[in-house]
């Protein structure tokens, strides 16, 4: 069959809701942005983990503690998750982390903004995760079965983890002074760029409108942020605090939440690695990878023996 036939079937499977398994034929460009975007997604879920992981070994009680351990925990096991759906399109984990660690593959611009309180936990699975949940329960129906059915999982883990997030702000918005002021403060560092992890606006989103035909994304950047920013708006009330937006405001006529103007130059900053935490963030994804070099090699060693055996018998 020629490619145009094959296109064609292609993507009459797309449009009518079939999932593409990895042995369906797909086009280059398809699987060029599927490995672009899970594993992008993997790499954030990684990197991810620094933020809170900082915070393990101050935790105010030990509940908090396990809480947190646990979470830190699911963001690897997504991570994996996700490799292992990128690794279903023909590229190999290997290749991915030369990526992220070559500065060469992006991780979610989020990441690269430090931990400064305890409150900050409570921001970041309340805002952080919340913002994830938004855009990854979509995820759930892409076209692609191997990340759809990753999602499924990840997505459930998700709501945990804003939920524990919500009660940690709830329990210092309940407290004293210091600690509404704590609350307060994290809230308003952690706000926009929980806007803007949905990404550019979409008159300047390059990939959505072929990432939209492909069913890849079954919304735009800016339609998950408008549904973002209405929920938040109304969850903010029950904490008894604000987000730092003077210009957030109940649009009668288009039943949204008007929000201020998004500060892209900052945005497009950390994306291209000047962020507050960006180097030390890949500094220790390397030095990680490094010091684990060693378990790999036990594992590829003992793995190999196994085989050998196997073989002999
Ligand atoms: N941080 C870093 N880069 C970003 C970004 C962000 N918040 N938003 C967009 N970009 C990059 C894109 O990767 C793309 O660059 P590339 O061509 O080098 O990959 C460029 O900006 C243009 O953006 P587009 O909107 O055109 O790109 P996409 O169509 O890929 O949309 C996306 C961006 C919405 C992030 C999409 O890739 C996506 O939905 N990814 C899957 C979800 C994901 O990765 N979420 C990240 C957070 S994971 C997380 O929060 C874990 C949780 O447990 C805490």
Not at 19 to 29: C, K, N, S, V, Y
Request: hydrophobic share 40%.
């Amino acid at each position: 069959m020629s490619v145009q036939e094959l296109e064609k079937i292609f993507q009459d499977r797309i449009d009518s809701e079939i999932r593409i398994e990895p042995r369906d034929w797909m086009p280059d460009a398809y699987r060029k942005t599927l490995i672009r975007q899970i594993s992008q997604h993997a790499h954030s879920e990684i990197v991810g983990m620094l933020p809170e992981a900082n915070w393990i070994t101050r935790a105010p009680s030990l509940r908090r503690k396990a809480t947190l351990i646990a979470k830190v925990q699911d963001e690897a096991g997504h991570g994996l998750y996700l490799y292992s759906a990128a690794e279903t399109l023909n590229i190999s984990r290997e290749e991915m982390i030369a990526q992220l660690h070559s500065g060469k593959a992006k991780y979610s611009s989020i990441f690269n903004y430090p931990t400064l309180t305890w409150a900050d936990m409570g921001a970041i699975g309340w805002l952080v995760d919340g913002a994830a949940i938004m855009n990854q329960v979509p995820l759930c129906r892409a076209s692609y079965g191997p990340y759809a059915r990753a999602m499924v999982r990840i997505c459930k883990e998700e709501s945990f983890h804003q939920r524990q997030g919500f009660e940690i702000l709830l329990t210092l918005s309940r407290g004293s002074a210091d600690q509404r002021r704590m609350c307060q403060d994290a809230i308003n560092r952690w706000w926009w760029p929980s806007v803007m992890m949905f990404g550019p606006n979409d008159e300047s989103s390059p990939h959505s409108a072929q990432s939209m035909a492909w069913k890849i994304k079954r919304f735009s950047n800016d339609e998950l942020r408008q549904r973002f920013v209405d929920i938040c708006a109304e969850q903010v009330k029950l904490l008894g605090m604000t987000l730092p937006d003077p210009e957030l405001s109940w649009n009668e006529e288009k039943q949204h939440y008007d929000f201020g103007a998004i500060d892209w130059d900052e945005f497009w900053n950390v994306v291209n690695g000047n962020g507050p935490c960006n180097k030390e963030r890949l500094a220790a994804r390397v030095q990680a990878h490094e010091d684990g070099a060693w378990v790999r090699e036990a594992a590829l060693a003992y793995a190999g023996k196994k085989r050998q055996e196997k073989d002999a018998a």
